[in-house]
Protein backbone atom coordinates (compact mmCIF):
# COMPACT_ATOMS: atom_id res chain seq x y z
CA UNK A 1 0.00 0.00 0.00
CA UNK A 2 1.14 3.43 -0.98
CA UNK A 3 1.13 6.29 0.55
CA UNK A 4 2.03 10.15 0.08
CA UNK A 5 4.63 11.34 2.15
CA UNK A 6 5.77 14.87 2.08
CA UNK A 7 9.45 14.45 2.02
CA UNK A 8 11.60 12.36 0.14
CA UNK A 9 14.58 11.14 1.59
CA UNK A 10 17.03 13.63 0.41
CA UNK A 11 16.11 17.61 -1.02
CA UNK A 12 16.16 17.84 -4.60
CA UNK A 13 19.57 20.26 -4.68
CA UNK A 14 21.00 17.90 -3.19
CA UNK A 15 19.91 15.17 -6.56
CA UNK A 16 20.82 17.74 -8.59
CA UNK A 17 24.13 18.13 -7.41
CA UNK A 18 24.72 14.38 -7.48
CA UNK A 19 23.19 14.27 -11.29
CA UNK A 20 25.37 17.01 -12.06
CA UNK A 21 28.13 15.33 -10.99
CA UNK A 22 27.65 12.14 -12.87
CA UNK A 23 27.06 14.15 -16.41
CA UNK A 24 30.98 15.69 -15.60
CA UNK A 25 32.19 11.62 -15.26
CA UNK A 26 29.67 10.67 -18.45
CA UNK A 27 31.35 13.76 -20.69
CA UNK A 28 34.70 12.96 -19.27
CA UNK A 29 33.93 9.42 -20.86
CA UNK A 30 34.22 6.86 -17.93
CA UNK A 31 31.35 5.01 -17.99
CA UNK A 32 32.53 1.86 -15.37
CA UNK A 33 33.38 4.86 -12.44
CA UNK A 34 30.79 6.36 -13.42
CA UNK A 35 27.88 3.54 -13.01
CA UNK A 36 29.61 2.95 -9.18
CA UNK A 37 30.07 6.29 -8.48
CA UNK A 38 25.70 6.38 -9.48
CA UNK A 39 25.02 3.54 -7.54
CA UNK A 40 26.89 4.20 -4.68
CA UNK A 41 25.36 7.63 -4.79
CA UNK A 42 21.86 6.41 -5.23
CA UNK A 43 22.41 4.32 -2.39
CA UNK A 44 23.80 7.21 -0.39
CA UNK A 45 20.39 9.64 -0.86
CA UNK A 46 17.47 6.80 -1.15
CA UNK A 47 19.76 5.12 2.01
CA UNK A 48 19.11 1.83 0.35
CA UNK A 49 20.94 -0.57 -1.62
CA UNK A 50 21.47 -0.12 -5.04
CA UNK A 51 22.51 -2.51 -8.34
CA UNK A 52 23.25 -1.58 -11.50
CA UNK A 53 23.67 -4.39 -14.01
CA UNK A 54 25.11 -3.57 -17.27
CA UNK A 55 23.75 -6.87 -19.84
CA UNK A 56 26.95 -7.39 -21.60
CA UNK A 57 25.47 -10.29 -23.97
CA UNK A 58 23.28 -13.51 -23.20
CA UNK A 59 25.10 -14.64 -20.56
CA UNK A 60 27.53 -11.76 -19.38
CA UNK A 61 26.71 -9.44 -17.32
CA UNK A 62 28.80 -5.85 -15.50
CA UNK A 63 27.39 -5.10 -11.74
CA UNK A 64 27.72 -2.21 -10.02
CA UNK A 65 26.60 -1.81 -6.48
CA UNK A 66 25.69 0.61 -3.89
CA UNK A 67 25.22 1.06 -0.17
CA UNK A 68 26.41 -2.12 0.49
CA UNK A 69 29.77 -3.16 2.84
CA UNK A 70 31.04 -6.35 1.76
CA UNK A 71 32.06 -6.86 5.00
CA UNK A 72 28.88 -6.06 6.28
CA UNK A 73 27.38 -9.56 6.56
CA UNK A 74 24.70 -8.54 8.93
CA UNK A 75 23.55 -6.29 6.25
CA UNK A 76 23.87 -8.44 3.38
CA UNK A 77 21.72 -11.44 4.96
CA UNK A 78 18.84 -8.96 6.23
CA UNK A 79 16.45 -9.21 3.58
CA UNK A 80 15.03 -6.24 2.11
CA UNK A 81 11.50 -4.75 2.41
CA UNK A 82 11.01 -3.29 -0.75
CA UNK A 83 12.71 -4.81 -4.22
CA UNK A 84 11.90 -2.64 -6.82
CA UNK A 85 13.65 -2.78 -10.67
CA UNK A 86 13.66 -0.53 -13.39
CA UNK A 87 14.67 -1.28 -16.60
CA UNK A 88 17.39 0.51 -18.45
CA UNK A 89 17.16 1.27 -22.28
CA UNK A 90 18.92 3.45 -24.42
CA UNK A 91 17.70 4.25 -27.84
CA UNK A 92 14.24 2.08 -27.09
CA UNK A 93 16.61 -1.20 -26.57
CA UNK A 94 16.90 -2.21 -23.23
CA UNK A 95 20.83 -2.19 -21.93
CA UNK A 96 20.06 -3.62 -18.18
CA UNK A 97 18.56 -2.46 -15.02
CA UNK A 98 18.94 -0.50 -12.00
CA UNK A 99 17.66 -2.44 -8.99
CA UNK A 100 16.70 -0.69 -5.54
CA UNK A 101 16.17 -2.93 -2.42
CA UNK A 102 15.24 -0.32 -0.10
CA UNK A 103 14.35 -1.12 3.83
CA UNK A 104 10.91 0.03 3.64
CA UNK A 105 8.78 2.50 1.22
CA UNK A 106 8.23 5.42 3.48
CA UNK A 107 7.34 7.80 -0.02
CA UNK A 108 5.00 7.78 -3.16
CA UNK A 109 6.48 5.58 -5.81
CA UNK A 110 5.32 8.22 -8.36
CA UNK A 111 7.40 10.94 -6.20
CA UNK A 112 10.59 8.68 -6.34
CA UNK A 113 10.19 7.66 -10.04
CA UNK A 114 10.25 11.40 -10.94
CA UNK A 115 13.17 12.26 -9.23
CA UNK A 116 15.03 9.12 -9.85
CA UNK A 117 14.79 9.52 -13.53
CA UNK A 118 16.97 12.34 -14.77
CA UNK A 119 19.40 9.44 -13.11
CA UNK A 120 18.07 6.70 -14.58
CA UNK A 121 18.29 8.28 -17.61
CA UNK A 122 22.20 9.07 -17.16
CA UNK A 123 22.32 5.15 -15.95
CA UNK A 124 20.88 4.31 -19.27
CA UNK A 125 23.48 6.31 -21.31
CA UNK A 126 26.67 4.76 -19.56
CA UNK A 127 25.32 1.59 -19.89
CA UNK A 128 24.98 1.96 -23.64
CA UNK A 129 28.66 4.20 -23.62
CA UNK A 130 30.21 0.64 -21.34
CA UNK A 131 28.22 -1.77 -23.84
CA UNK A 132 30.10 0.12 -26.73
CA UNK A 133 32.99 -0.06 -24.61
CA UNK A 134 33.36 -3.25 -24.32
CA UNK A 135 32.20 -4.28 -28.14
CA UNK A 136 28.57 -5.12 -27.11
CA UNK A 137 26.85 -2.55 -28.61
CA UNK A 138 24.30 -4.01 -30.81
CA UNK A 139 24.78 -3.97 -34.79
CA UNK A 140 24.16 -0.23 -36.56
CA UNK A 141 21.99 -2.31 -39.19
CA UNK A 142 20.24 -4.14 -36.31
CA UNK A 143 19.30 -0.58 -34.44
CA UNK A 144 18.58 0.83 -37.44
CA UNK A 145 15.78 -1.89 -38.19
CA UNK A 146 14.13 -1.53 -34.79
CA UNK A 147 13.85 1.88 -35.64
CA UNK A 148 12.43 1.76 -39.11
CA UNK A 149 9.84 -0.88 -37.73
CA UNK A 150 9.25 1.41 -34.88
CA UNK A 151 8.35 4.45 -37.37
CA UNK A 152 6.07 2.23 -38.92
CA UNK A 153 4.69 1.38 -35.71
CA UNK A 154 5.49 -2.05 -34.84
CA UNK A 155 7.87 -3.15 -31.78
CA UNK A 156 9.77 -6.03 -31.28
CA UNK A 157 9.38 -8.52 -27.68
CA UNK A 158 11.55 -10.84 -26.68
CA UNK A 159 10.07 -13.07 -23.62
CA UNK A 160 12.18 -15.63 -21.33
CA UNK A 161 9.13 -17.86 -20.21
CA UNK A 162 10.98 -19.65 -17.52
CA UNK A 163 12.18 -16.26 -15.90
CA UNK A 164 8.72 -14.47 -17.21
CA UNK A 165 11.62 -11.81 -18.21
CA UNK A 166 11.07 -9.57 -21.00
CA UNK A 167 14.60 -10.17 -22.35
CA UNK A 168 17.06 -7.37 -23.75
CA UNK A 169 14.74 -6.75 -26.67
CA UNK A 170 11.18 -5.19 -25.08
CA UNK A 171 9.78 -2.00 -26.40
CA UNK A 172 5.69 -2.29 -25.36
CA UNK A 173 6.12 0.70 -23.15
CA UNK A 174 7.35 2.25 -25.78
CA UNK A 175 4.38 1.64 -27.42
CA UNK A 176 1.65 2.98 -24.76
CA UNK A 177 4.31 6.02 -24.42
CA UNK A 178 5.48 4.93 -20.99
CA UNK A 179 9.05 5.74 -19.89
CA UNK A 180 10.84 1.91 -20.13
CA UNK A 181 11.29 1.25 -16.34
CA UNK A 182 7.48 2.46 -15.27
CA UNK A 183 5.69 -0.63 -16.07
CA UNK A 184 8.26 -3.44 -14.99
CA UNK A 185 9.55 -5.91 -16.91
CA UNK A 186 8.06 -9.22 -16.95
CA UNK A 187 5.41 -10.75 -18.64
CA UNK A 188 3.12 -10.73 -15.54
CA UNK A 189 4.17 -6.93 -15.52
CA UNK A 190 2.67 -6.11 -18.77
CA UNK A 191 -0.54 -8.26 -18.26
CA UNK A 192 -1.30 -5.91 -15.68
CA UNK A 193 -1.75 -3.64 -18.43
CA UNK A 194 -4.44 -5.93 -20.39
CA UNK A 195 -8.23 -5.16 -20.16
CA UNK A 196 -9.43 -7.54 -18.17
CA UNK A 197 -12.21 -8.65 -20.76
CA UNK A 198 -9.07 -9.30 -23.22
CA UNK A 199 -6.82 -10.82 -20.96
CA UNK A 200 -8.34 -14.87 -21.00
CA UNK A 201 -8.25 -14.28 -25.05
CA UNK A 202 -4.62 -13.30 -24.90
CA UNK A 203 -3.69 -16.38 -22.67
CA UNK A 204 -5.93 -18.90 -24.90
CA UNK A 205 -3.87 -17.32 -27.62
CA UNK A 206 -0.74 -18.30 -26.15
CA UNK A 207 -1.53 -22.01 -24.88
CA UNK A 208 -2.91 -22.64 -28.51
CA UNK A 209 0.28 -21.64 -29.48
CA UNK A 210 2.59 -23.54 -26.73
CA UNK A 211 0.75 -26.65 -27.27
CA UNK A 212 1.62 -26.59 -31.41
CA UNK A 213 -2.10 -26.36 -31.82
CA UNK A 214 -1.54 -23.14 -33.78
CA UNK A 215 1.37 -22.34 -35.83
CA UNK A 216 1.86 -18.51 -34.61
CA UNK A 217 0.96 -16.89 -31.58
CA UNK A 218 -1.44 -14.01 -32.65
CA UNK A 219 -4.01 -11.81 -30.19
CA UNK A 220 -5.54 -8.73 -30.21
CA UNK A 221 -5.99 -6.65 -27.08
CA UNK A 222 -6.93 -3.46 -25.32
CA UNK A 223 -3.89 -2.30 -23.34
CA UNK A 224 -3.86 1.22 -20.94
CA UNK A 225 -1.63 3.12 -22.40
CA UNK A 226 0.38 5.96 -20.33
CA UNK A 227 -2.46 8.26 -21.22
CA UNK A 228 -4.96 6.44 -19.59
CA UNK A 229 -6.62 5.28 -22.91
CA UNK A 230 -7.22 1.67 -24.09
CA UNK A 231 -5.37 1.14 -27.31
CA UNK A 232 -6.00 -1.89 -29.47
CA UNK A 233 -2.77 -3.84 -29.74
CA UNK A 234 -2.11 -6.38 -32.51
CA UNK A 235 0.60 -9.03 -31.27
CA UNK A 236 2.18 -12.23 -32.82
CA UNK A 237 5.30 -14.13 -31.97
CA UNK A 238 6.61 -17.61 -31.95
CA UNK A 239 8.36 -20.17 -29.52
CA UNK A 240 11.92 -20.04 -30.89
CA UNK A 241 13.48 -22.30 -27.86
CA UNK A 242 12.43 -25.39 -25.97
CA UNK A 243 13.64 -27.41 -23.86
CA UNK A 244 14.82 -31.44 -24.29
CA UNK A 245 10.71 -31.91 -22.65
CA UNK A 246 9.24 -29.29 -25.34
CA UNK A 247 8.69 -26.46 -22.51
CA UNK A 248 8.53 -23.03 -24.15
CA UNK A 249 12.03 -21.30 -22.86
CA UNK A 250 11.84 -18.25 -25.37
CA UNK A 251 9.97 -16.39 -27.51
CA UNK A 252 10.03 -13.79 -29.64
CA UNK A 253 7.42 -11.56 -31.15
CA UNK A 254 5.89 -7.84 -32.50
CA UNK A 255 3.29 -5.65 -30.88
CA UNK A 256 1.57 -3.70 -33.27
CA UNK A 257 -0.72 -0.62 -32.46
CA UNK A 258 -3.47 -0.98 -33.89
CA UNK A 259 -5.95 1.30 -32.68
CA UNK A 260 -6.68 3.33 -35.66
CA UNK A 261 -7.57 0.33 -37.98
CA UNK A 262 -9.77 -0.77 -35.66
CA UNK A 263 -11.68 2.20 -35.33
CA UNK A 264 -11.64 2.01 -39.46
CA UNK A 265 -12.69 -1.46 -39.12
CA UNK A 266 -15.56 -0.82 -36.38
CA UNK A 267 -16.69 2.10 -38.57
CA UNK A 268 -17.18 -0.07 -41.79
CA UNK A 269 -18.53 -2.56 -40.27
CA UNK A 270 -21.36 -0.02 -38.16
CA UNK A 271 -22.04 1.32 -41.70
CA UNK A 272 -22.59 -2.38 -43.01
CA UNK A 273 -24.67 -3.30 -39.97
CA UNK A 274 -26.95 0.13 -40.79
CA UNK A 275 -26.72 -0.42 -44.36
CA UNK A 276 -28.42 -4.07 -44.06
CA UNK A 277 -30.76 -2.73 -41.39
CA UNK A 278 -31.71 0.40 -44.12
CA UNK A 279 -32.20 -2.37 -46.83
CA UNK A 280 -34.02 -4.72 -44.73
CA UNK A 281 -36.20 -1.79 -43.64
CA UNK A 282 -36.79 -0.50 -47.53
CA UNK A 283 -37.61 -4.32 -48.32
CA UNK A 284 -40.23 -4.21 -45.22
CA UNK A 285 -42.06 -0.71 -45.93
CA UNK A 286 -41.99 -2.28 -49.89
CA UNK A 287 -43.65 -5.34 -49.07
CA UNK A 288 -46.02 -4.42 -46.48
CA UNK A 289 -47.37 -1.41 -48.76
CA UNK A 290 -48.07 -3.68 -51.68
CA UNK A 291 -49.99 -6.08 -49.36
CA UNK A 292 -52.14 -3.13 -48.17
CA UNK A 293 -52.94 -1.90 -51.54
CA UNK A 294 -54.51 -4.60 -52.45
CA UNK A 295 -57.27 -4.96 -49.81
CA UNK A 296 -57.45 -1.18 -49.70
CA UNK A 297 -58.64 -1.00 -53.35
CA UNK A 298 -61.09 -3.43 -53.00
CA UNK A 299 -62.40 -1.02 -50.17
CA UNK A 300 -62.52 1.77 -51.84
CA UNK A 301 -64.07 -0.06 -54.90
CA UNK A 302 -67.16 -1.55 -52.94
CA UNK A 303 -67.82 2.18 -51.82
CA UNK A 304 -67.61 3.42 -55.14
CA UNK A 305 -70.23 0.65 -56.13
CA UNK A 306 -72.45 1.02 -53.41
CA UNK A 307 -72.52 5.11 -53.77
CA UNK A 308 -73.84 4.63 -57.78
CA UNK A 309 -75.89 1.12 -57.22
CA UNK A 310 -79.67 1.83 -57.71
CA UNK A 311 -80.27 -1.64 -57.56
CA UNK A 312 -82.22 -1.78 -53.88
CA UNK A 313 -83.70 0.83 -51.72
CA UNK A 314 -81.99 4.20 -52.93
CA UNK A 315 -79.43 5.67 -49.76
CA UNK A 316 -80.47 8.15 -47.59
CA UNK A 317 -78.06 11.43 -46.83
CA UNK A 318 -76.57 10.21 -43.74
CA UNK A 319 -75.53 7.11 -45.39
CA UNK A 320 -74.42 8.66 -48.38
CA UNK A 321 -72.16 10.93 -46.04
CA UNK A 322 -70.93 7.53 -44.29
CA UNK A 323 -69.62 6.58 -47.83
CA UNK A 324 -68.50 9.54 -48.80
CA UNK A 325 -66.55 9.39 -45.58
CA UNK A 326 -64.69 5.74 -46.05
CA UNK A 327 -63.75 6.47 -49.62
CA UNK A 328 -61.77 10.09 -48.18
CA UNK A 329 -60.43 7.91 -45.72
CA UNK A 330 -59.97 4.75 -48.32
CA UNK A 331 -57.95 7.54 -50.41
CA UNK A 332 -56.33 8.75 -47.62
CA UNK A 333 -54.63 5.83 -46.88
CA UNK A 334 -53.88 4.90 -50.28
CA UNK A 335 -52.16 8.13 -51.19
CA UNK A 336 -50.20 7.73 -47.79
CA UNK A 337 -49.19 3.91 -49.08
CA UNK A 338 -48.28 5.19 -52.72
CA UNK A 339 -45.88 7.64 -50.55
CA UNK A 340 -44.03 4.65 -48.87
CA UNK A 341 -43.77 2.84 -51.51
CA UNK A 342 -42.24 5.34 -53.66
CA UNK A 343 -39.58 6.24 -50.44
CA UNK A 344 -38.49 3.02 -50.81
CA UNK A 345 -38.20 2.38 -53.71
CA UNK A 346 -36.20 5.66 -53.89
CA UNK A 347 -33.70 4.39 -51.04
CA UNK A 348 -33.32 1.11 -52.89
CA UNK A 349 -32.39 2.84 -55.53
CA UNK A 350 -35.20 0.88 -57.99
CA UNK A 351 -37.26 3.72 -58.52
CA UNK A 352 -37.53 3.86 -62.34
CA UNK A 353 -37.77 7.75 -63.71
CA UNK A 354 -38.31 8.60 -67.63
CA UNK A 355 -36.36 12.23 -67.68
CA UNK A 356 -36.72 14.54 -70.27
CA UNK A 357 -37.36 18.30 -70.92
CA UNK A 358 -40.42 19.02 -69.45
CA UNK A 359 -42.07 22.53 -70.30
CA UNK A 360 -42.86 24.56 -66.77
CA UNK A 361 -46.07 26.51 -68.08
CA UNK A 362 -48.77 23.80 -68.75
CA UNK A 363 -47.16 21.51 -65.80
CA UNK A 364 -47.61 24.13 -63.37
CA UNK A 365 -50.74 25.60 -64.52
CA UNK A 366 -52.26 21.39 -64.39
CA UNK A 367 -50.49 21.03 -60.55
CA UNK A 368 -52.86 24.56 -59.44
CA UNK A 369 -56.36 22.86 -61.20
CA UNK A 370 -55.52 19.71 -59.41
CA UNK A 371 -55.46 21.49 -55.97
CA UNK A 372 -57.96 24.32 -56.68
CA UNK A 373 -61.11 22.84 -55.07
CA UNK A 374 -58.88 21.87 -52.33
CA UNK A 375 -57.25 25.49 -51.83
CA UNK A 376 -61.92 26.69 -52.08
CA UNK A 377 -62.49 24.16 -49.09
CA UNK A 378 -59.75 25.97 -47.04
CA UNK A 379 -60.22 29.59 -48.48
CA UNK A 380 -56.92 30.12 -49.46
CA UNK A 381 -55.95 32.09 -53.00
CA UNK A 382 -54.15 30.52 -55.61
CA UNK A 383 -51.82 32.36 -57.47
CA UNK A 384 -49.42 31.81 -60.74
CA UNK A 385 -47.01 34.43 -61.47
CA UNK A 386 -46.21 35.14 -65.12
CA UNK A 387 -44.59 31.78 -66.10
CA UNK A 388 -41.73 31.55 -68.91
CA UNK A 389 -43.48 29.98 -71.94
CA UNK A 390 -39.90 29.08 -72.74
CA UNK A 391 -38.74 27.33 -69.70
CA UNK A 392 -38.32 23.85 -70.08
CA UNK A 393 -36.30 21.46 -67.75
CA UNK A 394 -35.49 18.46 -67.04
CA UNK A 395 -37.82 16.38 -65.48
CA UNK A 396 -39.66 13.11 -65.06
CA UNK A 397 -43.16 15.20 -65.74
CA UNK A 398 -46.11 12.63 -63.65
CA UNK A 399 -42.96 13.18 -60.43
CA UNK A 400 -42.46 16.56 -61.26
CA UNK A 401 -46.06 17.26 -60.66
CA UNK A 402 -45.99 14.91 -57.63
CA UNK A 403 -44.05 17.42 -55.94
CA UNK A 404 -45.22 20.23 -56.69
CA UNK A 405 -48.86 19.12 -56.02
CA UNK A 406 -47.31 18.19 -52.73
CA UNK A 407 -45.95 21.45 -52.19
CA UNK A 408 -48.73 23.46 -52.75
CA UNK A 409 -51.15 21.45 -50.75
CA UNK A 410 -48.61 22.05 -48.02
CA UNK A 411 -48.80 25.51 -48.29
CA UNK A 412 -52.75 25.27 -48.19
CA UNK A 413 -52.91 23.35 -45.37
CA UNK A 414 -50.65 25.61 -43.33
CA UNK A 415 -51.97 28.72 -44.37
CA UNK A 416 -54.39 30.92 -42.33
CA UNK A 417 -57.95 31.48 -43.96
CA UNK A 418 -57.86 34.50 -46.61
CA UNK A 419 -54.16 33.33 -47.19
CA UNK A 420 -52.36 33.02 -50.59
CA UNK A 421 -50.41 30.24 -52.13
CA UNK A 422 -48.29 31.81 -55.38
CA UNK A 423 -46.52 29.68 -58.10
CA UNK A 424 -43.58 31.28 -60.03
CA UNK A 425 -41.20 30.00 -62.30
CA UNK A 426 -37.79 31.48 -63.23
CA UNK A 427 -34.30 31.08 -65.52
CA UNK A 428 -31.26 31.17 -62.92
CA UNK A 429 -27.87 31.98 -64.94
CA UNK A 430 -26.67 28.41 -63.86
CA UNK A 431 -28.26 26.76 -66.37
CA UNK A 432 -31.01 26.23 -64.35
CA UNK A 433 -34.91 26.85 -63.69
CA UNK A 434 -36.47 26.98 -60.63
CA UNK A 435 -39.82 26.70 -59.01
CA UNK A 436 -40.89 28.31 -56.18
CA UNK A 437 -44.20 27.49 -53.69
CA UNK A 438 -44.56 30.29 -51.60
CA UNK A 439 -47.50 30.90 -49.16
CA UNK A 440 -48.26 33.06 -46.53
CA UNK A 441 -48.69 30.93 -43.90
CA UNK A 442 -47.69 30.29 -40.11
CA UNK A 443 -44.30 29.72 -41.45
CA UNK A 444 -41.53 27.08 -40.22
CA UNK A 445 -39.11 28.17 -37.31
CA UNK A 446 -35.33 28.42 -38.77
CA UNK A 447 -34.60 25.63 -36.08
CA UNK A 448 -36.91 22.88 -37.12
CA UNK A 449 -35.74 23.14 -41.20
CA UNK A 450 -33.08 20.57 -40.40
CA UNK A 451 -35.97 18.22 -39.32
CA UNK A 452 -38.51 19.03 -41.93
CA UNK A 453 -37.54 16.69 -44.96
CA UNK A 454 -36.60 13.77 -42.54
CA UNK A 455 -39.61 10.85 -43.00
CA UNK A 456 -42.28 10.66 -40.31
CA UNK A 457 -41.17 13.78 -38.77
CA UNK A 458 -44.38 16.93 -38.55
CA UNK A 459 -42.48 19.21 -36.54
CA UNK A 460 -44.76 18.42 -33.45
CA UNK A 461 -48.27 19.11 -35.80
CA UNK A 462 -49.28 15.19 -34.67
CA UNK A 463 -52.01 16.04 -32.78
CA UNK A 464 -53.15 18.94 -34.63
CA UNK A 465 -55.65 19.68 -36.52
CA UNK A 466 -53.96 19.27 -39.78
CA UNK A 467 -54.01 15.43 -41.54
CA UNK A 468 -50.28 14.30 -42.46
CA UNK A 469 -48.18 11.42 -42.63
CA UNK A 470 -45.29 13.96 -42.53
CA UNK A 471 -43.48 11.40 -45.64
CA UNK A 472 -44.78 14.19 -48.51
CA UNK A 473 -41.53 16.62 -47.80
CA UNK A 474 -39.48 13.42 -47.21
CA UNK A 475 -40.61 11.89 -50.95
CA UNK A 476 -40.50 15.70 -52.59
CA UNK A 477 -36.79 15.82 -51.58
CA UNK A 478 -35.88 11.99 -52.50
CA UNK A 479 -37.26 12.47 -56.49
CA UNK A 480 -35.98 16.07 -57.05
CA UNK A 481 -32.64 14.53 -56.06
CA UNK A 482 -33.15 11.64 -58.56
CA UNK A 483 -33.95 13.95 -60.91
CA UNK A 484 -30.71 15.65 -60.82
CA UNK A 485 -31.78 18.64 -58.43
CA UNK A 486 -32.56 20.22 -55.42
CA UNK A 487 -35.28 21.23 -52.73
CA UNK A 488 -34.71 24.43 -50.86
CA UNK A 489 -36.51 25.92 -47.81
CA UNK A 490 -36.87 29.42 -46.56
CA UNK A 491 -39.36 30.54 -43.84
CA UNK A 492 -40.24 33.54 -41.97
CA UNK A 493 -43.38 33.82 -39.29
CA UNK A 494 -44.63 35.79 -42.67
CA UNK A 495 -45.18 32.50 -44.50
CA UNK A 496 -42.56 29.58 -46.17
CA UNK A 497 -41.10 29.63 -49.45
CA UNK A 498 -39.96 26.03 -51.30
CA UNK A 499 -38.24 26.37 -53.78
CA UNK A 500 -37.26 23.51 -56.50
CA UNK A 501 -34.44 23.78 -58.82
CA UNK A 502 -33.51 21.79 -61.64
CA UNK A 503 -31.30 21.74 -64.76
CA UNK A 504 -32.62 23.48 -68.13
CA UNK A 505 -34.11 21.12 -70.73
P1 LIG B 1 -47.24 16.29 -43.71
O1 LIG B 1 -47.75 17.56 -44.30
O2 LIG B 1 -47.94 15.07 -44.22
O3 LIG B 1 -47.21 16.34 -42.22
P2 LIG B 1 -44.69 16.88 -44.98
O4 LIG B 1 -43.50 15.99 -45.10
O5 LIG B 1 -45.26 17.41 -46.23
O6 LIG B 1 -45.73 16.05 -44.12
O7 LIG B 1 -44.29 18.09 -44.05
C1 LIG B 1 -43.63 17.84 -42.83
C2 LIG B 1 -43.98 18.91 -41.82
O8 LIG B 1 -43.42 20.16 -42.23
C3 LIG B 1 -45.45 19.18 -41.68
O9 LIG B 1 -46.06 18.28 -40.75
C4 LIG B 1 -45.47 20.62 -41.18
O10 LIG B 1 -45.26 20.66 -39.79
C5 LIG B 1 -44.26 21.23 -41.86
N1 LIG B 1 -44.60 21.97 -43.10
C6 LIG B 1 -44.54 21.50 -44.36
N2 LIG B 1 -44.86 22.45 -45.26
C7 LIG B 1 -45.15 23.55 -44.55
C8 LIG B 1 -45.57 24.90 -44.89
N3 LIG B 1 -45.75 25.27 -46.16
N4 LIG B 1 -45.78 25.76 -43.88
C9 LIG B 1 -45.59 25.40 -42.59
N5 LIG B 1 -45.20 24.16 -42.21
C10 LIG B 1 -44.99 23.25 -43.17
New binding site residues.
Partial sequence: MLFEAPQLPAADAVWAEAHAALLDQVQRGEPAHALQRLARSIAHLLDARCRIVAQLGARQQCVFEGGVDPGDEAALAEPPQVRWQLRLSHAGQAVGELELLLPELGFAREALTQRIEPLLNTASALVAALLEQRGHAPPASLSVARAAMREAGTYVWEWDIASDALGDIDEGALMLGYAPHQIGHTQSDWNRLIHPDDIDGVEAAYEAHAEGRSELYRSVYRARAADGQWRWIEERGRIVERDANGRPQRMYGTQTDATVQHALEQARQDQLAAEAASAAKTEFLSRVSHELRTPLNAVLGFAQLLDVDTSGNPLDDAQRRRITLIRQAGEYLLAMIGDLLDLSLVESGRLQMQIEPVRLAPLAADCLDLVRGQAQAAGVQLRLEPVDTALWVRADAMRLKQVLI?LLT??I??NRPGGEVTLATSQLGSGHGRIDVS?T????PAEQHAG?FQPF???G?ESGKVQ???????LSQALVTVMGGQLSVSSSPAG?CFGVVLPVG
Avoid at 441 to 444: E, H, K, L, Q
Fill in positions: NNGKYDGIGILNRLRGSGLGLAS
